[in-house]
């Protein structure tokens, strides 16, 4: 008795095992067959586009003084001087910002009967400058020619230009549009030469978004780039789909 209730046991085992391997091949076969069925291919659009905003920043300041009056009244004639030299250059007063003035301890680290000591040197203040135009040109030929106020006594500590495309959001989808586009093409020519046809799409992942000084050698990151150092641009977009093929 008791060796046909193990005989019988074995018997069930075996079943399912067989059962379950027999599923297991059948899911496998479906994956392959799903996998064999199917063509992956990467997509690309690119343009060129010429930046229309220009934002430049800058600053002028005053030099290491415990005056700070006087280092304030300073500040003011400098701005004067400077909103002044922008009126005679053209850009509007309306493109304009001048930000807080911001003061900073100078200090410097020296020998003092013997010692090393922090010394404190007196303030310095800074006034940012911001110019947000449309006028890209004569934004960036005024930025080159700031060095002028050197000679009227103001001291400029920096000038940045950076440049952007407002249109970005449009331009983003149309090349999206196209890129899928040429991911269909690229499929169809795969699949003619394997004798095959395209079918539905199956899945789609967009690649980064790339944009790169024209010419510029930028290397090319799946995060995406953003070059604001340029005026003329290239923009770039992948996208990788995959299309059933029958």
Same mark, same amino acid.
């Given at each position: 008795? #008791?060796?046909?209730?193990?005989?019988?046991?074995?018997?069930?085992?075996?079943?399912?095992?067989?059962?379950?391997?027999? &599923?297991? /091949?059948?899911? #496998?076969?479906?994956?392959?067959?799903?996998?064999?069925?199917?063509?992956?291919? +990467?997509?690309?659009?690119?343009?060129?586009?010429?930046?229309?905003?220009?934002?430049?920043?800058?600053?002028?300041?005053?030099?290491?003084?415990?005056?700070?009056?006087? /280092?304030?009244?300073?500040?003011?004639?400098?701005?004067?001087? &400077?909103?002044?030299?922008?009126?005679?250059?053209?850009?509007?007063?309306?493109?304009?910002?001048?930000?807080?003035?911001?003061?900073?301890?100078?200090?410097?680290?020296?020998?003092?009967?013997?010692?090393?000591?922090?010394?404190?040197?007196?303030?310095?203040?800074?006034?940012?400058?911001?110019?947000?135009?449309?006028? &890209?040109?004569? &934004?960036?030929?005024?930025?080159?020619?700031?060095?002028?106020?050197?000679? #009227?006594?103001?001291?400029?500590?920096?000038?940045?230009?950076?440049?952007?495309?407002?249109?970005?959001?449009?331009?983003?989808?149309?090349?999206?549009?196209?890129?899928?586009?040429?991911?269909?093409?690229?499929?169809?020519?795969?699949?003619?030469?394997?004798?095959?046809?395209?079918? #539905?799409?199956?899945?789609?992942?967009?690649?980064?978004?790339?944009?790169?000084?024209?010419?510029?050698?930028?290397?090319?990151?799946?995060?995406?780039?953003?070059?604001?150092?340029?005026?003329?641009?290239?923009? +770039?977009?992948?996208?990788?789909?995959?299309?059933?093929?029958?």
């Amino acid at each position: 008795m #008791k060796t046909s209730f193990y005989s019988l046991l074995s018997i069930v085992i075996v079943a399912v095992a067989f059962v379950l391997g027999l &599923v297991w /091949a059948s899911t #496998k076969l479906v994956q392959i067959r799903r996998t064999a069925k199917e063509i992956s291919v +990467t997509g690309h659009a690119e343009e060129n586009v010429t930046s229309d905003v220009a934002v430049f920043t800058s600053s002028f300041s005053t030099p290491t003084t415990n005056d700070i009056k006087g /280092a304030y009244q300073k500040m003011a004639n400098d701005r004067k001087i &400077v909103e002044e030299f922008f009126k005679q250059k053209g850009i509007p007063a309306n493109t304009v910002s001048f930000e807080t003035i911001s003061m900073q301890e100078n200090t410097e680290y020296t020998k003092v009967d013997g010692e090393y000591k922090t010394v404190k040197l007196g303030y310095i203040l800074r006034q940012p400058i911001r110019v947000v135009s449309n006028n &890209v040109d004569l &934004v960036d030929k005024v930025s080159r020619e700031m060095g002028e106020l050197l000679d #009227k006594g103001v001291f400029i500590d920096y000038t940045n230009r950076s440049f952007y495309y407002s249109k970005l959001k449009e331009k983003k989808l149309e090349l999206l549009r196209r890129a899928s586009e040429d991911a269909r093409s690229r499929a169809d020519a795969i699949a003619n030469g394997s004798k095959c046809k395209v079918g #539905k799409l199956q899945r789609s992942q967009m690649g980064g978004f790339q944009i790169s000084g024209l010419y510029a050698n930028e290397e090319y990151s799946w995060a995406g780039n953003f070059n604001t150092s340029d005026k003329e641009k290239t923009i +770039t977009v992948t996208v990788k789909n995959s299309y059933a093929v029958h």
